[in-house]
């Protein structure tokens, strides 16, 4: 195991993914099927989303768009953004009609308060625990009152490098978080905690998984 600091690195995670980009779209491209939890927890945020009279979803660390088209097809106005141009291009090509833009979830490029919903769908899984609150102050910004945050994350409280993975070499930190801890830096962000799952891994798991489901406050009349 190779010897980093307990630091983000995004110019190594972006150049990784980007080697990757094509494999990973095919191999992960049906995962979902075979995942009802993670499936209901997004099923009830896309819920939750449209019960608040919707707006625009941004599935932040998007990926090759797999997650965002199902939020499409849940009824919502959903669009991706991701650190890796590369996997943009490849969610561009897969999903044509859906928007996918390049950009960093600590700098995003989106108005305050004008989002019905903010995905981060294992997207903050290469950055340390420390560093969480950068990316929730942002969430916090972007979502208007009332709007929903779903995160999903690997449980446990480490750091694993990744040499080799999607068939290919690469340089990837790999962080795992303990729920509460990350509930406990969301409310610090002035988001506040909605509903909690933790599943067991399946067979292609090590940890078990976390999903979060939070939302900003409305302002107190």
């Known amino acids: 195991m190779t010897s980093h600091p307990m630091t983000s690195r995004p110019d190594a995670t972006?150049?990784?993914?980007?080697?990757?980009?094509?494999?990973?779209?095919?191999?992960?491209?049906?995962?979902?099927?075979?995942?009802?939890?993670?499936?209901?927890?997004?099923?009830?945020f896309a819920e939750k989303v449209r019960d608040g009279g919707g707006g625009q979803v941004a599935d932040l660390g998007c990926g090759p768009g797999r997650?965002?088209?199902?939020?499409?097809?849940?009824?919502?106005d959903?669009?991706?953004?991701?650190?890796?141009?590369?996997?943009?291009?490849?969610?561009?090509?897969?999903?044509?009609?859906?928007?996918?833009?390049?950009?960093?979830?600590t700098d995003l490029d989106i108005e305050d308060a004008s989002l019905a919903g903010a995905l981060a769908w294992y997207s903050t899984v290469h950055t340390p625990l420390d560093e969480l609150p950068l990316f929730f102050r942002e969430f916090h910004r972007i979502l208007a009152p009332g709007g929903h945050l779903l995160l999903a994350f690997k449980v446990g409280d480490e750091r694993v490098h990744l040499d080799h993975a999607y068939g290919h070499d690469?340089?990837?930190?790999?962080?795992?978080?303990?729920?509460?801890?990350?509930?406990?830096?969301?409310?610090?962000?002035?988001?506040?905690?909605?509903?909690?799952?933790?599943?067991?891994?399946?067979?292609?798991?090590?940890?078990?998984?976390?999903?979060?489901l939070a939302r900003r406050p409305e302002p107190s009349v």
């Open 170 to 212: 690469l340089d990837l930190d790999v962080y795992r978080f303990p729920p509460e801890r990350v509930a406990e830096l969301l409310r610090e962000a002035g988001l506040v905690e909605v509903a909690r799952l933790v599943r067991e891994a399946d067979a292609h798991e090590k940890t078990p998984q976390a999903f979060v």
């Open 14 to 44: 972006r150049a990784s993914y980007d080697t990757v980009a094509v494999d990973y779209s095919e191999l992960l491209k049906a995962e979902l099927e075979h995942k009802p939890f993670d499936r209901a927890m997004l099923a009830a």
């Open 67 to 76: 997650v965002t088209i199902h939020l499409e097809s849940l009824g919502l």
């Open 78 to 105: 959903a669009y991706g953004i991701d650190l890796s141009p590369r996997m943009v291009a490849v969610a561009r090509r897969s999903h044509p009609h859906l928007r996918f833009e390049v950009g960093s979830m």
